[in-house]
Nanobody
Framework: QVQLVESGGGLVQPGGSLRLSCAAS????????MGWYRQAPGKQRELVTT???????NYADSVKGRFTISRDNAKKTVYLQMNSLRPEDTAVYYC???????????WGKGTLVTVSS
């Protein structure tokens, strides 16, 4: 059974930083690409960033230069370091992966990030 469990969300002031973690189980983590999505109130879920099994990364324009995705295959965990946070980064952040064989998507339950003074 595939499980993705996010942690690290919370309330932060504008300009602050947070690091999100996503612990995976039930998959051969090292061969899976991983991603972070977010959904702000009243908006559709959007892609934030992805990292391939080989470590290649991709970012939405809105977070380039501020967010960094990384992975630790030994810990089966993907991280999202978020710096210079803005109120518009407020959202529920979801961890995602897709099976390279069945192409089924898996999602965590999300962690809330609130950027406010």
């Amino acid at each position: 059974q595939v499980q993705l469990v996010e942690s690290g969300g919370g309330l932060v002031q504008p300009g602050g930083s947070l690091r999100l973690s996503c612990a995976a189980s039930g998959i051969i983590f090292s061969i899976y690409a991983m991603g972070w999505y977010r959904q702000a109130p009243g908006k559709q879920r959007e892609l934030v960033t992805t990292i391939t099994s080989g470590g290649r990364t991709n970012y939405a324009d809105s977070v380039k230069g501020r967010f960094t995705i990384s992975r630790d295959n030994a810990k089966k965990t993907v991280y999202l370091q978020m710096n210079s946070l803005r109120p518009e980064d407020t959202a529920v952040y979801y961890c995602n992966t897709r099976s390279p064989t069945t192409h089924m998507d898996y999602w965590g339950k999300g962690t809330l990030v609130t950027v406010s003074s």
